[in-house]
């Protein structure tokens, strides 16, 4: 399913335009037909005037149509902010497609420039497409063409320039991108214009009840938090399932344990106070004592067949694990929802009977298979006992997703060594009619590992997997060490130290793993994590505290702030106010971006320069004067103090959506 992010919203300008000029002209056509005189009972009309009286009518409903439209054009605009690459996109498109009406891949021919504000490829494109036809031009007579019919507003593209070998070079005008910081401003931090709204249903974190989090579900987790998020910011209506590991041969141990260890469970809560240890005993047992492995296979049995005394077991044991999951969830800022392999038990048999009646399903050795075209491996999808698989759990979960949950985008935030099995299930659902990619978008978010420092798989020096619990509390050890070191503790009250502890510590954390491109592997350093030199959270967050304290030290209220915003120009005269207004207004297509290929990084991207563009700017431009002698303020420039404001908002934006909790000092 296509979703190209704003196309319609970006054109209000001249939707609004136009309807204008058309009520304009209908109402010219209604003041003449006003001018027959309203109809008399004593005597017949015309056939003519008749007509006329008909059409008149319809005309008035016309205008209100219009009218209306245009109020709640004008009422949308308000509700999201301008993705500008769309709108220079929207205009180049259409050029293109009056000028060169063949050509007709218009998508992606306006990207960021190097030496302009975008860059416009279409004239190479077109070129090829023409000599294929037998017609030669070169690339700059096309590029030329295509800047002599542009009809973008005047407000919207200051100049246009060809280079190189025919690309545009185009030019913002700085009073368009002025407004579009007051609009920012005074309406708000808002999303880039959708399409439609979409149910979204996306599934991540998903660790093993019994067992405790670690350093592998970290990215699932992190990745899963913030597209969820910016999918709710952006309008989406997002559903965030945790597919727990809650059903197997694993708990027909844990209870087969439990019973041994306290066999008065079902009467009285037994005080389970390490689960691991709890496992790790009941995992020993089975591997070593054949009539306790016979037993957990009983249980497992009886636990399919809902027997009372083994679902006791069970419920005990995940309730245990569920607070310590939603522990680490709530240290984190992640919200969730569980959705476990119990949840679609129920379901699976009807899956299969489904699939039978398909014909879709081989049978070797017992097993029923899916065999998919194009894919190596089958899908098993019933073993030869008679017990399920993933295969079968995977399946029934989209299925019902789409049907039951009527999600209209799947997102499944799972490690890149499950793409091969993702890719398998995904093609049989589509040949089973459980979804078309017409209609439904689904996306594997794959994700790299997380390496120690010495570019193996992380864990302890004994070579355990690193609890995530242990990472977090390694993190606000650090983090507090940090500020100390900074002398951060001197400065600050004992809960503004605190405050400050917890937002460094997650916030680095989270913010190496979002800042490294998901598919790749990451190594996970606290010293470079820590550093408050770089694209790292800690760089963000303090000059996050900066901005916010320039108004603060100019005596400057927020309520002056908001007011001034109402009448007072952005001037953009000096080039590093224009630069860093021209990087505040990229926020949207940023998000735009995100939500077309799912790499969060890209925004981690952007607020690296956004802040490092700010830099540029306060470093040369005065925001607020002071007597070198008294330090007396002797001038506020306000438009500048409102620039700060708008970096300020589109940083607190963005740290939302990366998970990141920002103070007031730091």
Excluded at 58 to 77: G, N, T
């Amino acid at each position: 399913m296509k979703m190209a992010a704003g196309s319609h919203v970006n054109e209000l300008f001249d939707r609004i335009k136009q309807a204008e000029v058309k009520t304009a002209e209908l109402l010219k056509e209604v003041e003449e037909l006003e001018r027959f005189p309203p109809n008399s009972e004593d005597c017949g009309e015309s056939p003519e005037l008749s007509v006329l009286r008909t059409t008149n009518a319809k005309l008035q409903y016309q205008i209100l149509h219009l009218k209306r439209s245009i109020a709640e054009e004008e009422a949308m605009q308000k509700t999201v902010m301008a993705n500008v690459r769309n709108v220079v996109h929207g205009v180049f498109s259409s050029a293109v497609r009056a000028l060169y009406p063949a050509f007709t891949a218009t998508k992606g021919i306006v990207q960021a420039g190097k030496f302009g504000d975008y860059s416009c490829n279409a004239a190479m494109l077109i070129t090829q497409l023409l000599k294929s036809q037998g017609q030669k031009l070169q690339p700059r007579e096309v590029a030329a063409n295509i800047i002599k019919h542009l009809n973008a507003p005047p407000a919207v593209i200051e100049k246009c320039e060809v280079a190189g070998a025919g690309f545009i070079n185009v030019f913002l005008n700085p009073s368009y991108v002025s407004e579009l910081v007051t609009d920012l401003l005074i309406h708000g931090v808002r999303p880039p214009p959708i399409d439609r709204k979409l149910r979204v249903v996306v599934d991540f974190s998903s660790p093993n009840i019994a067992k405790e989090m670690h350093v592998g579900h970290l990215r699932s987790t992190i990745l899963g938090e913030t597209v969820c998020r910016l999918l709710e910011f952006a309008g989406h209506d997002v559903l965030r399932l945790n597919h727990v590991g809650d059903w197997g041969t694993q708990f027909g141990m844990l209870v087969a344990h439990l019973q041994d260890k306290f066999p008065n469970y079902t009467k009285e809560s037994p005080p389970i106070g390490d689960l691991q240890a709890f496992y790790k005993e009941s995992k020993v047992r089975f591997d070593e004592d054949a009539d306790f492995k016979k037993r957990a296979y009983t249980n497992v049995v009886k636990l399919q067949n809902h027997d009372l005394e083994v679902l006791k077991g069970w419920n005990l044991v995940c309730d245990v694990s569920r607070k310590e999951l939603d522990e680490v969830y709530r240290r984190l800022g992640v919200t969730i929802i569980e959705r476990g392999e119990s949840f679609y038990q129920p379901l699976m048999p009807e899956v299969i009977k489904d699939l039978e009646a398909k014909n879709l399903i081989t049978v070797e050795e017992g097993r029923k298979l899916v065999f998919v075209p194009d894919q190596q491996i089958p899908l098993t999808v019933e073993k030869s006992d008679g017990g399920f698989t993933y295969d079968t759990s995977d399946v029934t979960a989209l299925k019902h997703r789409v049907e039951e949950e009527k999600g209209n985008w799947l997102i499944y935030i799972v490690d890149a060594g499950q793409s091969l099995h993702f890719q398998t299930v995904f093609a049989a659902a589509r040949m089973a009619g459980y979804y078309s990619e017409e209609e439904t978008r689904i996306d594997h978010m794959a994700f790299g590992v997380v390496l120690g420092e010495d570019r193996k798989k992380f864990k302890t020096r004994s070579g355990e997997t690193v609890r995530l619990v242990d990472l977090m509390d390694e993190g606000l050890e650090r983090a507090l060490a940090k500020l100390r070191e900074k002398g951060r503790d001197k400065v600050l009250t004992p809960q503004e130290l605190a405050a400050a502890q917890k937002s460094v510590a997650y916030g680095c954390i989270k913010y190496a793993d979002l800042s490294h491109t998901r598919t790749n592997d990451y190594v996970f350093s606290f010293d470079k994590m820590l550093d408050d030199k770089g694209n790292t959270a800690v760089y963000l967050l303090y000059a996050y505290t900066r901005i916010r304290s320039i108004a603060r030290l100019a005596n400057v209220t927020e309520e002056q702030l908001r007011k001034a915003a109402l009448d007072t120009p952005i001037d953009l005269s000096h080039e590093k106010e224009l630069k860093l207004a021209k990087c505040i207004i990229r926020f949207p297509e940023t998000l735009t971006r995100i939500m077309e290929d799912l790499y969060p990084h890209v925004l981690c991207e952007y607020l690296y320069e956004l802040c490092t563009t700010f830099t540029e700017f306060y470093d040369v431009c005065y925001c607020v004067e002071k007597d070198r002698q008294t330090g007396e303020i002797v001038e506020v420039r306000m438009s500048r103090l409102l620039l700060c404001e708008a970096t300020a908002r589109v940083l607190d934006r963005s740290f939302y959506i990366l998970g990141l909790e920002p103070v007031s000092k730091m």
